[in-house]
């Protein structure tokens, strides 16, 4: 048998409802926050995500899907949306604007990654971007609406934590106080923090390996080393986070290991998520354009793992019922007028099925049992006659004789 291939999973008919749901919220909500969506491409060249997310990351050195086009050119799947939409927002000029520049998308995103709960090979993301502001409290907003948006969606018991690494030349000097401290441990990190010491020793301070973290207990915070205008920013958001009554906590951890990443980064954790606990990350990446070879251009998103949300909701809560009529038609003239009528309803927007494989007015109602119908709409022979039909409560069982052709109006005027 054929199988989907490993790390990829179908969303069946039982769960796209509640991703309906999720979608749903995210687009309302981002609209509401004064966000416009854009769609990307699912892939790009590869030196678009080689240039942008950085040779030292993760993503770049190992979780790309990278291939060949027919002409010889690398392409890559996209492994985030950041980098497209800036590629984007440069190739059509969309920086022209007054205001700042406030954009979010959603869709699936492709890394070569070992599966588990919460960590897929192709898996969803809602993301924004605000390009061109550096007032903290865009910050704030973009922060704000992560949070709500997942209030929005019923989630409890979650952690807001935000850091700020400073600018790059803020960092130089803590990278330089970090090695100090982490060169006596060298020798107990793992594998790959023996190599970020050497590449990016930043990294070190969120790998998730115990040995590395107990390493880095006590180590130099980086908030000790920011300058005065990064202290002054940061602060200026947990100051407004508070005055929005947002709850948060700083995290010292919370870092990210590129030099276009600068001061505020934000990540939200939910403990019930096993090892896969962060839903939602982001932070300013002031100089990405820069990196792009667009004019700087101060900015800041977030992006939220769909599948993680959606462990953390139940199937149900999400889909709002639409009742179904179904219409069950039998006999010589029954059957084609009742197909009719089908069809008919569906004109004027009621949501209405059958089932072609009912033969006798038994097995219809079995069917519209099976479909969860709300209401029966039975059409016989003596029905077609009499120019009525029978509309059955499926679940009070009570049948009532309406005209054929008030039918339609009795259902848009609440049956
Ligand atoms: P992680 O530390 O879990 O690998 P990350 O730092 O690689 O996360 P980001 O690139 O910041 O993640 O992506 C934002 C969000 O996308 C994550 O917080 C997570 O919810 C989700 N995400 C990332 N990778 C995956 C994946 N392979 N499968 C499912 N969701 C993912
Ligand atoms: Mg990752």
């Known amino acids: 048998m054929l199988r989907s291939v490993k790390g990829l999973k179908d969303i069946l008919p039982q769960q796209a409802s509640q991703w309906q749901h999720i979608e749903m919220v995210a687009r309302t909500m981002a ?23 950085g040779g030292t990351t993760d993503i770049v050195e190992k979780e790309m899907y990278t291939f060949p086009d027919r002409d010889g050119s690398s392409l890559t799947l996209r492994p985030e949306g950041t980098a497209g939409v800036v590629r984007a927002v440069l190739e059509h000029k969309l920086l ?28 969803h993301q809602f993301g924004v971007e605000a390009l061109g502001t550096d007032d903290p409290l865009i910050d704030v907003e973009v922060i704000v609406l992560l949070w709500q948006f997942f209030l929005t969606l019923g989630l409890m018991d ?35 923090c023996q190599r970020r010491y050497l590449t990016n020793p ?4 969120d790998c998730k390996v115990p040995v590395c973290q107990k390493s880095t207990e006590g180590a130099p915070t980086l908030i000790n080393y920011l300058s005065d205008k990064s202290k002054t920013h940061f602060q200026a958001v947990l100051d407004g986070l508070s005055a929005l009554e947002i709850p948060y906590s700083i995290n010292h951890r919370l870092v990210r290991g590129l030099d276009y990443y ?18 939602g990350a ?4 002031d100089g990405l354009f820069h990196a792009l070879q667009g004019p700087p251009t101060p900015a800041i998103g977030f992006a939220v793992g769909l599948e993680r949300v959606t462990l953390l909701l139940s199937e149900e809560i999400s889909s709002k019922k639409v009742p179904l009529f179904f219409v069950a038609g039998f006999g010589v003239i029954g059957k084609p007028q009742a197909f009719k009528l089908l069809h008919e309803l569906r004109q004027a927007g009621i949501r209405a099925d059958t089932d072609h494989k009912g033969k006798t007015l038994k097995a219809l109602l079995r069917s519209a049992d099976k ?25 009070t069982k009570a049948q009532e004789i309406v005209k054929l052709k008030e039918i339609i109006q009795r259902i848009q005027t609440g049956y």
Do not use: W
């Open 31 to 53: 609209t509401q926050y004064g966000f416009s969506e854009i769609r990307i491409p699912i892939f790009e060249f590869t030196e678009l995500y080689s240039r942008s997310i």
């Open 96 to 123: 022209d604007s007054p205001t700042a520049r406030k954009l979010f998308y959603l869709g699936p995103m492709f890394r070569h990654e070992r599966p588990q709960a919460g960590r897929y090979r192709q898996f």
């Open 158 to 192: 979650l952690t807001l934590h935000v850091n700020s690494i400073g600018t790059p030349d803020d960092r130089e000097v803590y990278i330089q106080k970090l090695k100090e401290f982490l060169e006596p441990r060298l020798n107990i990190l793992c594998g790959n």
């Open 202 to 205: 930043l990294r070190i301070l």
């Open 262 to 279: 600068s001061r505020t980064t934000f990540e939200i954790t939910s403990p019930h998520l096993g090892a896969q606990s962060t839903i």
């Open 282 to 285: 982001g932070g300013r990446y």
């Open 371 to 395: 479909l969860r119908a709300e209401y029966a709409i039975i059409l016989g022979d003596d029905e077609v006659n009499s120019e009525n039909a029978i509309l059955r409560n499926m679940q």
